[in-house]
């Protein structure tokens, strides 16, 4: 069974984050590169990515013509995806688990950050939505 | 560059959609197979990917010992992603033009565009 689990934060997480100092950076991306590759050490692994800045994002509707139509004004209480992981495992007991495990990351001043994870199954075929 | 696209919607807006005629559903995930396609044939594709509805959302966080502490209680307001595309463009704009495309099938719904991490831009 493939879940996916995610990260995310508002804007003003993100821009805690920035403010982390270089060490607690450092040592917060060398428990996710750790993270990824225990995972692909216990045949977990699908795939991960990690998503650039919310400054960055931008809302895109279908205007009449078809043409694009971009916003990038969002409510403060939106959240972001900062990243994700996808991982095939034989329980939801077990993605929940992983996903402990990686809220746990360090966070400021080396503090685990506890960071909330969402953890959903992803679709193996349009049928499995039921309809 | 890549950029990944996002389809969100709240519980209320996907029950909405479970409720609409069969006919009309099977219509619009013909068209996303055709968007798919569409980026591959142009080699844009890199991955798409779609999630189960939000009843069997979950949000964990690690206790001190590590035990998993899960949770399924969302605020209404709170948007669930319903899946992804992931595509390879030469910029924003061509970005931006797939998810035009993808909110055109989708009844406008918006799509947010994001540009993925680099380890670069990571450590600004």
Do not use: C
């Amino acid at each position: 069974m493939k879940y996916i689990l995610m990260m995310t934060g508002k804007k003003s997480d993100f821009d805690k984050y920035a403010e982390w100092s270089k060490e607690d950076l450092q040592a917060n991306v060398a428990f996710m590169r750790a993270f990824s590759k225990e995972l692909k050490d216990s045949g977990v692994f699908v795939s991960t990515e990690g998503l650039g800045w919310p400054s960055q994002a931008r809302l895109v509707r279908a205007g009449k013509d078809g043409e694009p139509v971009t916003d990038g004004v969002f409510p403060e209480s939106k959240e972001f995806l900062a990243g994700y992981w996808i991982i095939d495992v034989e329980s939801p007991e077990q993605a929940y688990k992983i996903a402990a495990r990686v809220s746990q990351a360090p966070g400021a001043r080396a503090q685990p950050a506890n960071m909330p994870i969402e953890v959903r199954p992803v679709l193996s075929g349009h049928a499995d939505l039921g309809l | 560059m890549k950029y990944i696209l996002l389809m969100s919607a709240t519980a209320a807006g996907v029950e909405g959609y479970r409720t609409r005629p069969k006919q009309d559903i099977e219509a619009h995930m013909a068209i996303l197979h055709r968007i798919s396609k569409d980026l591959s044939e142009s080699g844009e594709f890199v991955a798409t990917q779609g999630l189960v509805g939000p009843k069997e959302a979950k949000v964990v966080r690690g206790e001190k010992n590590g035990v998993p502490v899960t949770d399924g209680i969302f605020p209404e307001a709170k948007e669930f992603l319903l899946g992804y595309w992931i595509v390879d463009v030469p910029n924003p704009e061509r970005a931006y033009a797939i998810a035009g495309r993808i909110s055109a099938a989708s009844s406008n719904i918006p799509i947010e565009v994001r540009q993925f991490a680099t380890y670069e831009s990571a450590s600004r």
